[in-house]
């Protein structure tokens, strides 16, 4: 989470700062800044960085917060207790929208915030698995309440299944063979931590694309941890769920940090800004002008001065859309 301040509620209490804090603000502005009071969405909180920034920056916003893992909400509500009257905290997936706005007696959003992925803060906690530089359990579960870990999906998957998640999640080209080498190796015993599953790939990876391909763990950790979460799933409901919510004049950012989420994003965003109207018309029917407009040509990347402030900027894609009539 971001901001370039020497504020300890900002950076080390609180893990680190929230990516492109200053863009996000200014995306979501003319949505905000208004003399009556706002209702700003974090469909993600994670340590409740971006969500600080919004409410110091926009005084007579509320901030309504989602995260489905109780730790992070638990920081963030400490991180934000300096505004415990204009917040409200759900542990939720962010699909669950309309149950969250309901529980918080709002029916419509001004601004939302998607910051996908998985956070800074999950990541350097040893002990959740997330991460394949770091030995831990075979967790990769956001909210430790579910019943599915990144190891039964190792030790419990058929060849097909494995081989589809690491293909369809990761992207992984060489998917089978992995997935071939994990049903051998977990004949000799389970699998229970990241370092053995990464030994693994380092085996089942040719050298040549190892040397070019980056780290040969990256794409099966993000296939688990997708699989794990059912994260895309969840953010093809939530997308209609937000725009649905949203008042005319509102703004929606997200935060994508791999292609798979950005493709989801850019096509929901892209049908909402596109005319119903039959092509070739010459002027367009009545009632099928789109209900809303893009804010962001294309996607957004981090520039060099985020960069230098927050590495793990480096792969997000931001992408803005507005509400500009009822519908």
């Known amino acids: 989470m971001d901001d370039t301040r020497d504020d300890s509620r900002r950076t080390g209490e609180y893990g680190h700062i929230p990516v492109m804090g200053a863009r996000i603000v200014e995306l979501l502005t003319p949505a905000l800044d208004a003399d009556e009071?706002?209702?700003?969405?974090?469909?993600?909180?994670?340590?409740?960085?971006?969500?600080?920034?919004?409410?110091?920056?926009?005084?007579?916003?509320?901030?309504?917060?989602?995260?489905?893992?109780?730790?992070?909400?638990?920081?963030?509500?400490?991180?934000?207790?300096?505004?415990?009257?204009?917040?409200?905290?759900?542990?939720?997936?962010?699909?669950?929208?309309?149950?969250?706005?309901?529980?918080?007696?709002?029916?419509?959003?001004?601004?939302?915030?998607?910051?996908?992925?998985v956070s800074s803060m999950q990541l350097d906690q040893a002990g959740r698995g997330f991460a394949y530089a770091l030995d831990a359990p075979l967790d990769m579960r956001m909210n430790a309440d579910d019943p599915l870990t990144a190891a039964d999906v190792l030790?419990?998957?058929?060849?097909?299944?494995?081989?589809?998640?690491?293909?369809?999640?990761?992207?992984?080209?060489f998917a089978g063979r992995i997935a071939s080498a994990v049903l051998r190796e977990r004949e000799k015993e389970p699998f229970t931590t990241s370092a053995r599953l990464v030994e693994l790939l380092y085996d089942s990876i040719p050298a040549a694309t190892?040397?070019?391909?980056?780290?040969?763990?990256?794409?099966?950790?993000?296939?688990?941890?997708?699989?794990?979460?059912?994260?895309?799933?969840?953010?093809?409901?939530?997308?209609?769920?937000?725009?649905?919510?949203?008042?005319?004049?509102?703004?929606?950012?997200?935060m994508s940090y791999?292609?798979?989420?950005?493709?989801?994003?850019?096509?929901?965003?892209?049908?909402?800004?596109?005319?119903?109207?039959?092509?070739?018309?010459p002027v367009e029917l009545p009632g099928t002008a789109p209900k809303f407009r893009l804010v962001t040509r294309g996607a957004e990347r981090a520039d060099e001065d985020e960069l230098a402030v927050n590495p793990r900027s480096a792969p997000v894609r931001v992408r803005a859309i507005e509400r500009v009539e009822k519908g």
Do not use: C, M, W
């Not at 030790?155 to 990761?170: D, I, K, P, Q, W």
């Not at 997708?226 to 005319?248: F, T, W």
């Open 210 to 254: 190892r040397r070019t391909g980056g780290h040969p763990a990256k794409r099966t950790f993000q296939a688990l941890r997708i699989e794990v979460n059912h994260e895309l799933d969840v953010l093809r409901e939530a997308l209609p769920a937000a725009l649905s919510a949203l008042a005319v004049g509102g703004r929606i950012a997200v």
């Open 37 to 117: 009071p706002r209702v700003f969405l974090d469909a993600t909180l994670g340590a409740g960085g971006h969500s600080q920034l919004i409410l110091e920056t926009f005084p007579l916003v509320r901030v309504i917060g989602i995260d489905r893992d109780a730790s992070a909400l638990d920081i963030a509500r400490r991180r934000l207790q300096p505004y415990a009257d204009r917040i409200s905290l759900h542990q939720a997936t962010f699909h669950e929208i309309d149950d969250v706005l309901a529980a918080a007696g709002e029916e419509t959003i001004d601004a939302a915030l998607f910051d996908l992925g």
């Open 155 to 173: 030790n419990t998957y058929s060849h097909g299944e494995l081989a589809r998640v690491l293909s369809e999640y990761g992207e992984e080209r």
């Open 258 to 281: 791999q292609s798979l989420e950005d493709r989801i994003v850019k096509h929901e965003f892209a049908a909402r800004t596109t005319s119903t109207s039959p092509r070739g018309l």
